[in-house]
Each structure stands twice: as structure tokens, then as C-alpha cells.
């Protein structure tokens, strides 16, 4: 079995979001993690069997930070999972490392699975530096980490060239960089983690991108709003 999670962006308006809702509702999907706008949380946990995650939260606490949602209230929602470091929020946002920590000790304070993004861009992965680029990004998070924490929290392999493209690396090029993660985790800190892979993932490929054993599930973004696409991805991850 692999753990789906939908990454809906900000793809869905509320009506779309309950058409997504009904339109999913034939097939079992509590084993599957929505991760919507926070705006939406409390609509799929009313409205569906999803487990709901976050696309997001603050680097702080409950206070004053205006805007921000903190892990607390992530949690008083209801949310058991929830993404940090995407690379659209890497980009877009400019978020760090340093950030990164943060997001990562205040979720697992409350109870909330974080699911941690790496992933190199196409000039990299052209340099051959996929697995320099991923090692750093990991490193530069993990070295501040309380070990104990380690294996609760899942990386999401997701090279920045691959999302909403279409493109998707070769089924060896994925495993290679899969192991690569496993290995550094556990050579370094003595931790197994769980790694899902992200980037392009849809009803085409999964049923070839389920050969790679050693991952975990998927991070799946254009593909998680089509409820179609999606039913089909849950029921190719059953198994
Ligand atoms: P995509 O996005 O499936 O649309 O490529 C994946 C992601 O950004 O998590």
C-alpha cells in the first residue's frame, strides 16, 4: 500500500471543492490525505472520510502574527498532516531552512504529521546534482532536528521540473534519489523515514510509477483536484 496526499493548491473554489467532494464519495477514501486550503478543512472533515492535511503553517505559536495559521490551531482544526517547504514556497515565499525548523518542531508539538519537500531544479538535475541539491536541503533542516522526532516526519522527493509539467524522471533516476534519502537519513542520524514521491503524478503513470518498491506514496498536485484522476490513483495505491 501507498499513501496518497492530494496538494490542491489553491486550484478549488468552494463549489468545486464540494463537487470534488461528491464526486469522490463512492469509493473508500479514508486511508487518502487532502491536504485543500485551511478555508476548506473543516468542509472536507464535515463533508467527507478524507484524512485532511495543511499546505502550510506559521514558523510561530498562537499570537501575534497576522495572516499566519499556527500548528495549534492546524490542530484544533482537525488537521493530521500537513506540507512544509515546497518548492512554490520556497520560490514564492523565500522560506528557509531556518523556517523550516520551526514549521517542523511546531507541528510535531501538535501532534501533526509534517511532510518535508526536496527536490532540485532542471539545471541542477542537468549538472548531475540531483542528489547533492536533496542531500543539502535535508541536512540543513535535519542537523537542527532532535533525532527523536525524526522518523515521524515523511520527505516528499519532488523535483521542481517535474510539477504541473507533465515530465516525470525515469523510474531508476526516482529510485536512485529515493535511496539516497533512506540511506543519508539512516547513515547520519540512525532514523528510517518514509519517502513519498511528487511531481507530475497521475493516472498514466502511477500504475509505472507503483513498480518502485522503496516508495512510499505520492504527493500528487494537478491530479488530486480531478476527481476521476484521483479515484483512480487511490485504488492503484490499495495494493
Ligand atoms: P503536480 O504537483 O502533481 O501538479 O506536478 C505536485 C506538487 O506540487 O506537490
Not at 540511506?183 to 511528487?198: E, F, H, S, T, W
Request: negative net charge.
Amino acid at each position: 500500500m501507498k499513501l496518497v496526499v492530494g496538494n490542491q493548491k489553491t486550484y478549488l473554489n468552494r463549489s468545486d471543492v464540494l463537487d470534488f467532494i461528491n464526486h469522490t464519495s463512492d469509493v473508500d477514501c479514508s486511508r487518502a490525505v487532502v491536504c485543500p486550503s485551511d478555508i476548506y478543512i473543516d468542509m472536507y472533515l464535515d463533508k467527507s472520510k478524507y484524512v485532511v492535511g495543511a499546505q502550510n503553517c506559521s514558523c510561530k505559536g498562537n499570537g501575534a502574527s497576522t495572516g499566519e495559521i499556527s500548528a495549534e490551531q492546524l490542530n484544533s482544526l482537525g488537521a493530521s498532516y500537513c506540507i512544509v517547504a515546497h518548492s512554490e514556497r520556497r520560490a514564492d515565499q523565500h522560506e528557509t531552512g531556518d523556517m523550516f525548523v520551526k514549521k517542523i518542531n511546531n507541528l510535531i508539538e501538535n501532534n501533526i504529521i509534517p511532510i518535508f519537500c526536496v527536490g532540485e531544479n532542471l539545471d541542477e538535475k542537468e549538472r548531475n546534482l540531483s542528489k547533492d541539491v536533496v542531500g543539502k536541503q535535508i541536512l540543513e533542516v535535519y542537523d537542527s532536528l532532535d533525532p527523536s522526532i525524526m522518523e515521524k516526519i515523511i520527505i516528499a522527493y519532488e523535483p521542481i521540473w517535474s510539477i504541473g509539467t507533465g515530465k516525470i524522471p525515469t523510474n531508476p533516476e526516482i529510485e536512485d534519489v529515493t535511496s539516497y534519502i533512506k540511506d543519508l537519513i539512516q547513515d547520519k542520524y540512525g532514523k528510517r523515514v518514509a519517502v513519498l514521491y511528487g511531481g507530475s503524478v497521475n493516472m498514466k503513470n502511477v500504475d509505472t510509477l507503483n513498480e518502485i518498491d522503496i516508495v512510499d506514496g505520492y504527493l500528487i498536485g494537478g491530479a488530486s483536484t480531478k476527481p476521476e484522476e484521483f479515484k483512480y490513483i487511490m485504488s492503484k495505491c490499495e495494493r
